[in-house]
């Protein structure tokens, strides 16, 4: 599983650092060593159990591509900005 956790850090200090959103995403077990299908969960701002958005990928290149190319493709669809599966308008 990839955990995804995004934190502000008021004027840099870590010691006030507040979690404003985490994501979760797991190999679903049902793609192939060449392709993967993944299912992703984002949660409520501030928490890590209250589900905000969830869906999956399918058919990822994994062996082509990285965990930041998976993310990319997370984003557009988790946001509703997706065209269709492939492209962004």
Known sequence: MIRIEIYIWPFGFENKKKLLHVMNIANDGTGSKESGN???????????????????????????LNSWHLLARILPKMLGLEKDDEKLE
Do not use: Q, V
């Open 38 to 64: 993944y299912k992703f969960t984002a949660f409520r701002k501030g928490t890590k159990s209250s589900i905000w958005r969830e869906g999956k990928i399918e058919k990822f290149p994994r062996l082509r």
